[in-house]
């Protein structure tokens, strides 16, 4: 039975021993850090949420836009370093309306010189966002895909839970007229690049990880997951903040090396993953385990009350 989550400090590298997963407290803008962490092994997928250059409770500051853009040159090109010839490379971003839209249209430009392609320009929908009396409230989150060589997409996970209800759009197929329904693969319908069925992590959900203010829903995460690799591929997330790549690698059953320059976060990482082993939950819900990227709590908390599988 697990007691104790493993402690990080810079350096530190931590293996799991059950499915593979490395969590490293490392410098994604250093090539020897991620180049520690990945062994000389290749991923199929990476799955980056980077700082978006604006300051959130003092934890996340702004720096001046070509010093952001020289860090982000430098982790892109580590990131890539390390990516298959023919693999998918997903970047969350924001776009600041403040700050003329930065730092999306930059990295934009940065990337054009890079040897991807872009292949999709995504937006998710949040429930929430901030508002204003003099502009439309700001509800949207970016995603950018770009593709090295020709990766696989497995359509499939791009199926939502909406179902179709539009009839119509009749086209004539070996000389039968038919209609969308007919010609269907599936009564749902597709995400597409506007995501508006994923719901925003908020502390009422169980996967809710209180002080994790980047937190991504792990229903973003399977879907990019699973469209963009098969089981037992690696997946990398260089900023893994709340760790949500890294559970959802472990529910889709794919190896996950991620890493944080927060110990605190690193630790976060491993103990949400031993907590669902333990509990089942992807999360510790309203319970505050996080203030200013200081963790709260204790081990024994963060493992969650032993069940009967811990005695097998």
């Known amino acids: 039975m697990v007691k104790k989550i493993p402690d990080f400090e810079y350096g530190v590298i931590w293996e799991d ?4 997963h490395r969590i490293g407290c490392l410098d994604v803008s250093k090539k020897e850090d991620v180049e520690k962490l990945m062994k000389k092994e290749s991923a199929v997928l990476a799955v980056q949420d ?7 409770n003092d934890e996340f500051g702004n720096l001046p836009l070509d010093q952001y853009m020289s860090w982000s040159e430098e982790w892109v090109d580590n990131t890539l370093n390390i990516l298959h010839d023919n693999s998918s490379f997903y970047v969350w971003l924001g776009a600041d309306v403040r700050s003329g839209l930065q ?22 929908r949040n429930q929430r966002g901030y508002g204003t009396q003099k502009n439309w409230m700001a509800i949207r989150q970016e995603l950018l895909y770009y593709i090295k060589g020709e990766p696989i997409f497995n359509v499939q996970a791009e199926y939502t839970d909406i179902p179709k209800k539009t009839k119509g759009y009749y086209k004539e197929i070996d000389g039968k007229i038919t209609e969308n329904f007919e010609r269907s693969k599936s009564l749902t319908i597709r995400a597409g690049n506007v995501w508006h069925d994923i719901q925003q992590v908020f502390y009422l959900m169980h996967e809710n990880i209180e002080g994790c203010f980047a937190q991504k829903p792990l229903k973003s995460a399977k879907r990019i997951i699973e469209a963009s690799s098969n089981k037992g ?3 990398v997330d260089f ?3 709340s760790g ?3 559970l959802q690698a472990e529910l889709s059953k794919r190896k996950c090396y991620t890493m944080d320059i927060n110990p605190n976060y690193c630790k976060i990482m491993a103990a949400r993953l031993l907590h669902f082993r333990r509990t089942g939950e992807t999360g510790w819900g309203r319970t505050k385990i996080l203030k200013d990227g200081k963790i709260l709590v204790n081990d024994e908390q963060l493992l969650g009350a032993p069940t009967l599988l811990d005695s097998v």
């Open 244 to 246: 949500s790549t890294l």
């Open 50 to 56: 980077p700082p978006y250059n604006v300051d959130i």
């Open 103 to 124: 730092p999306l249209p930059d990295f934009i430009f940065m990337m054009r010189n890079k040897p991807v392609k872009i292949r999709s320009f995504i937006t998710m």
């Open 239 to 241: 900023f893994g903040h």
């Open 233 to 235: 591929d690696v997946v």
């Open 17 to 20: 021993q059950t499915s593979g």
